[in-house]
Each structure stands twice: as structure tokens, then as C-alpha cells.
């Protein structure tokens, strides 16, 4: 009798793991999202009944699942969505929280076109674009280092688009309507820097102080500390802007959306002579350097879409989320992250 207990209890011992096969997790990739964002889990047990798949929540909100195998699952992260991990339940077992990196919302309603910047005390400032040609009630907008409040920061300028600060904490922002580029001191009073700049779009600045300016028509224009003004580099028309950013050796990399769908990454050395760096990403637009001084771009590849970071090693989703248009380290190298009407902050990932 004894026996025949053991063998029945080992018997349903078995049967259980059976019913109830674990889910386990092997890999989220990107590490990091915003909300719109898909995640790929990679795993097994994650959809082993094929008569109901399972439900990815992430905080209580299911997401939607664009693949489900049980090795794979590919989820698109709700639009309300604001904890950072997820749960898998299907039918016969559940993970529990799996934490991922989730873009805390800093600030909605806005209207980047570009990189945001970040300022000594971590403020972030952003633009309210507009229109071509249309004035809006504020140009620039700053959201306080904590993300606890924005505020208007300037008014006045039409199509405000690039921003990057100068070493003294000045702030220039380039109108791609007006080919100006305004000089703005932290208390916000304004001036001209340059004129004549085409479409200004990108800005960016080298150790020597030297900017650069960006006219999306095919021209960089390079600006000395003397306020001097030179031509560059020519390239392509980009039908949106350029963006760019320096890298710490003088070279200054820069992005030309156009309508094709494997645009170049330019690489324009302190001579300004251009070559094509990487090719490949479908709209690239905003584009920096990590504390690592590895390059990240905002861009469309290989069907996903999000911030990508390139080595010699190859190409690494870090980013996914739709509509992102520009991006900026923190001293911290936490992340801010700007699409066409919202800003988020994502912890480091790297």
C-alpha cells in the first residue's frame, strides 16, 4: 500500500509539472522603452497553449502581442502604461514582475523637432516648434530636474528647432524659418548670434567652442569663437533637418532624413571632409554621444523603430518607441528621450 501511495503521489507530482510548465525568461531586448514601444521576450513556456495565448500586462494593462510562439513573444507596450516591468500569464502558469527600463514622462504637449539638452543643474529645455512659419505662445520650454513642472522659457521665436548650450551656460537656438540662430542667457534675455544660416536646423559645439549649424538646403556652417562664419561641408537636402552632434575627437557627425528608407549616418572630419559612416536606418534624426562615447541615433531599422547605438562592433536596439525625434545624456547618463509632442527620462541601461 505504502508503495502504491508513493508511485500515485509521484505520478501527480508529474502530472503537475506537466499542467503547469514554468515560464521562464531568457532575454528582454530592447532594455529599455517608451510607451508605444515593443519589447522582444525571449524564453520558453511563454505561450504553451495553443488554444488561448497569453496576456502580457504591464501595471494591470494588457499589451498587445504582434508574435506569440513559446519561445518568443513580441508585445507592444500600452500608450498608458507606467511601471516598468510586465507579467506573462497564460493559461497554466504565470512569471511574475520581469522589470525592464520604462521612459518616465517629463512633459506632454510640446512640440520637439530635435535633440532636447540638459543644462548644469539638469534641467531639461525643449521646443514648441510649430508649424511652418507659425508663431507659437512659448518657443522653448524647461522642465525642472525633478520632472515636476513645466514652464515656459522663451517666446519670440518662430520654428525654434536646434538647441545646444555653449560652455558660459548660454543657450542658442537655431529658427529654421528665420535661418537665425538667437543666443539666450539662463535669466532669458535674447540675441542674435548668426544670421543668414539658410534653413537652420542642427546645432552642435566642439571643445574649441567652434558651432555648427546645420541648413537642411546642403550646407554646414561652421562658427568660430570670433563669430566667424565658414562653409564647411555641403551635403544631400534632407527633407526634414539636420542633426548632429561632435564627437570627442573634433569629428562631427550628423543626419539627413530623406525619403529613402536606408538613409546615412555622415561622418565630417575638422577639415570637413565627408564620408558615410554607417547606411542603413530609415529616417535617422537625432543623434548623440553616450558618457562611453558611443554614438546613438534616432531611427528605423531593420523594422524596428527607436534609438539605435553603433560601435565597430555593429548596430543595438537600447531604445524602442515610436515617433522619437531627438535624445541627450545626463551627466548620469540616464537618457532623455524626445518624440513629436513628449519627453521622457530612462534610466542608464548601458
Known sequence: MGRLLSRSRALRARMAGILSPKIRIDSVSPPAAIPGGQLTIRGSGLGSDKRRQPVVSFGGVPGRLVVSTPDRLVVTIPDSAETGSFNIRSARADSGEVPFALGRLLGTELH????????????????????????????????????????????????ATGLVFQPDGTLLVSSRHEGTVYEVTPSGGVEIFAEGMGVATGLAIDRDENVYVGDRTGTVFKISRDRKIYVFATLEPSVAAYHMAVAPDGVLYVTAPTTSSSDAVHRIDPEGVVTVWFRGFGRPQGVAFDSADRLHVCASFRGQ??????????????????????????????????????????????
Open 112 to 159: 520637439p523637432v530635435a535633440n532636447p539638452v540638459v543644462d548644469g543643474e539638469g534641467n531639461v529645455f525643449t521646443t514648441q516648434s510649430g508649424a511652418r512659419g507659425k508663431k507659437t505662445p512659448v518657443s522653448v520650454y524647461k522642465i525642472a530636474h525633478d520632472g515636476g513642472s513645466v514652464s515656459g522659457f522663451l517666446s519670440g521665436i518662430v520654428n
Open 305 to 350: 523603430r527607436g534609438i539605435f547605438r553603433l560601435t565597430e562592433e555593429g548596430v543595438k536596439q537600447t531604445v524602442s518607441g515610436q515617433g522619437i525625434v531627438g535624445l541627450t545624456f545626463t551627466p548620469d547618463n540616464n537618457l532623455v528621450v524626445a518624440t513629436g509632442n513628449s519627453v521622457y527620462s530612462i534610466p542608464d541601461v548601458s
